[in-house]
């Protein structure tokens, strides 16, 4: 218990003062080296622009010879839509030994263009080409690629790279631009000024004399008496403005939810990375109360039964917590709730071990079920299912 306990007090300090730092260090190497080697910029599946004015989407890469297969490329370099397309069966992307140029060597493709004629009366026409190769070589220029290792301070102050202090004051300073930014959007919705007064004032913390002043709209004018006494016409634009307005402020709504919607996800990462800190620190501990106890319990020789158990609840954990992660993440639960919900399965589970392995309880054993089974009446009927089969 007492090396648990230490494991436990190292792992945590690992993950709030080590671990941030040798992010952010390999962040920068890892950004620094991929300007060296662009071929690790491309992503499968993807589309990169590793490449000035071209797009590229690679089928599959081959990691150990950097082969380059299923490519899809859009050319740009003339500053048009896509105008020209190339699908090639592989390739492979280099630097040439200057320095100056990269070079993408294509294999097996064709090229399709759309041809702008010189002429101002055959411009209507819009002629197309299309070229088969068997080789090609796109070579760009490049500027500054001589190794220069990234500015750390450009990445300080990602969720990966801060400790619990600095994550707690970056939340901080996000949730007042969040709450900015919800009051700007609020006062940009077209209603009636008491409504507009009346939720920006809900946005407003600590003042109780703003979230107090409540105004009723119908006690300074009574649109029903005023609405039933106009002419149908009138009623017609009014509500053709109403409905105008309403569409507009459906659709700002739709916007603004959607903007702050990232920024929450933003937050979420935040306090989702501080939360994680605690939480792998004290699942060293909730699996040595799970670990020891299973060991005193599982009496059978070799590795066998002890590692597929250990197996099994590593899984089960997994699961859970990617389960309560998720769930923070979308705002499902609470972040307390969700980034904790594991150890709240697994602690009890320990605790029940324990207390089993203290008193010399033999649950893995089949006899202690099947006497528990004859106890409530279920052996006698498993005894016949078997006789019958």
């Not at 007492?2 to 040798?22: D, G, K, M, Q, S």
């Not at 997994?318 to 969700?338: C, H, L, P």
Request: hydrophobic share 40%; aromatic share 12%; charged share 25%.
């Amino acid at each position: 218990m007492i090396i648990a306990v230490l494991v436990t007090l190292i792992a945590f300090y690992c993950a709030n003062n080590i671990l941030p730092y040798t992010n952010l260090k390999f962040t920068a190497l890892m950004i620094s080296v991929k300007q060296q080697r662009p071929e690790l910029v491309l992503q499968q599946g993807v589309f990169t622009n590793g490449m000035d004015g071209y797009n590229i989407k690679v089928g599959r890469k081959d990691n150990k010879t950097n082969m380059l297969y299923d490519l899809l490329i859009y050319d740009h370099t003339r500053s048009q839509s896509n105008e020209s397309v190339t699908v090639a069966d592989s390739g492979y992307l280099r630097i040439t030994e200057d320095k100056k140029y990269m070079v993408l060597n294509l294999y097996n493709g064709v090229n399709y263009s759309e041809e702008t004629p010189k002429n101002r009366k055959d411009r209507q026409k819009h002629p197309f080409r299309r070229d088969k190769f068997e080789e090609q070589t796109i070579r760009v220029r490049v500027r500054n690629f001589d190794f220069n290792r990234k500015d750390e301070r450009v990445y300080s102050n990602s969720y990966r790279m801060l400790n619990i202090n600095q994550l707690s004051l970056m939340e901080d300073t996000l949730n007042t631009d969040y709450i900015k930014r919800l009051r700007t959007y609020l006062l940009q919705i077209s209603i009636n000024p008491p409504l507009s007064k009346r939720m920006y004032n809900l946005t407003v913390p600590n003042d109780s004399l703003k979230r107090n002043n409540n105004i009723v709209a119908d006690s300074i004018f009574n649109f029903d008496e005023y609405f039933s006494g106009i002419d149908k016409w009138v009623k017609a634009e009014i509500t053709e403005s109403a409905l105008d307005r309403a569409r507009n402020n459906m659709q700002n709504l739709n916007l603004y939810q959607r903007q702050l919607y990232e920024r929450k996800k933003i937050i979420n990462k935040y306090e989702m990375e501080r939360h994680r800190k605690f939480t792998l620190s004290i699942a060293v501990l909730i699996f040595f109360f799970i670990g020891a106890p299973l060991g005193a319990i599982i009496r059978k020789g070799g590795l066998g039964m002890p590692v597929v158990v250990s197996i099994l609840l590593f899984i089960a954990y997994y699961i859970i917590s990617m389960t309560g992660e998720k769930s923070a993440r979308e705002d499902v639960w609470q972040m307390f709730n969700g980034m904790w919900f594991s150890s709240f399965v697994f602690l009890p589970i320990g605790v029940w071990l324990s207390y089993k392995a203290g008193t010399d309880s033999a649950i893995m054993s089949a006899e202690t079920y099947s006497k528990f089974f004859n106890k409530i009446g279920l052996g006698k009927l498993f005894r016949k299912l078997k006789r019958k089969k």
